[in-house]
């Protein structure tokens, strides 16, 4: 049996790669390990102690963007260390106008759920005390209340009856 030590990066294929580079490093805050423009592709980093944990590969302004009834990568998640981490962030993809599709209280988390400019749908969230849930919420892994500080934005629910329509 394969057991890898961790998940190491994630290769996005994107329409544009100078739209979807700018979006990685000025909303993510990720940097730039290495571009290599004869592949059309840039490596991205958080930290720097990788070479990469995210690669974008340009395919071309004309390639359709992934649909909801497609097999594949639903979201990728990224950990804040803490709630108010987490309301920054949320209070960023505002300021910076990127369309926040929803946010939910896990129980085990809270989440704020987004798109990048390719339509791939990203979340950064910040994991709650679980041993401390788990004593007192029967199943800590259904949440799916909005987070108190998003009202304006929709809910789990909210996308879930919408997609049911």
């Known amino acids: 049996m394969i057991h890898p030590e961790r998940i190491a990066h994630l290769v996005l294929k994107v329409r544009d790669l100078e739209t979807s580079k700018k979006f990685y490093t000025e909303t993510l805050g990720m940097q730039v390990m290495r571009h290599v423009p004869e592949i059309k592709a840039v490596f991205l980093s958080f930290n720097g102690r990788d070479h990469h944990e995210i690669a974008l590969f340009e395919i071309g302004a004309n390639a359709e963007a992934p649909k909801?009834?497609?097999?594949?990568?639903l979201h990728v998640a990224f950990r804040l260390?803490?709630?108010?981490?987490?309301?920054?962030?949320y209070k960023e993809l505002k300021e910076k106008s990127v369309p926040v599709s929803f946010t939910v209280n896990h129980g085990v988390s809270k989440s704020v759920y987004f798109r990048d400019p390719d339509n791939n749908e990203l979340e950064v969230y910040t994991d709650n005390d679980i041993a401390e849930l788990v004593q007192t919420v029967p199943n800590a892994y259904?949440?799916?209340e909005k987070l108190d500080f998003a009202p304006d934005s929709p809910g789990l629910v909210d996308v879930i009856k919408a997609i049911r329509q």
């Open 81 to 89: 260390r803490n709630e108010e981490d987490l309301l920054a962030a």
């Open 142 to 144: 259904l949440g799916m």
């Open 68 to 73: 909801g009834n497609q097999t594949g990568m």
